[in-house]
């Protein structure tokens, strides 16, 4: 996936996670959920504007810039914090959901 490749190289965890409605999912889909809550609810306002433009929907940062009122540089710098903060929740989500796994195998 597209977006997937860009933002982060995420973690392909083997196995099944139990989804919210009791079903299994995919590790991806998990992953994929996680993704969207953190661009959604992490992220500034201005930071999600620009991963939106620029990764769901393949613009250019230039035209992100110009779209935006921003100078390139500044769209460039909104992204690099944006996959920092992306970076730091997901690898603490992984952690966390790693534990878990751990301790459920332990019981």
């Known amino acids: 996936m597209f977006v997937k490749e860009k933002l982060l ?13 009791g079903g299994p999912r995919e590790a991806g889909d998990w992953s994929v959920d996680l993704l ?3 661009v959604e609810r992490e992220l500034t306002g201005r930071q999600r504007q620009c991963v ?8 250019t940062m230039e035209a992100v810039g110009q779209q935006l009122g921003l100078n390139k540089a500044t769209v ?18 992984g952690w966390v959901r790693a534990r878990l796994r751990q301790e459920s195998r332990e019981e």
């Open 52 to 59: 939106e433009l620029y990764y769901f929907q393949g613009m």
């Open 9 to 21: 190289n995420l973690d392909q965890a083997q196995g099944e996670i139990p989804a919210q409605g």
């Open 76 to 93: 460039c710098r909104h992204l690099q914090k944006a996959r920092g903060r992306i970076k730091r929740v997901m690898g603490y989500a």
């Open 36 to 38: 969207r809550l953190v």
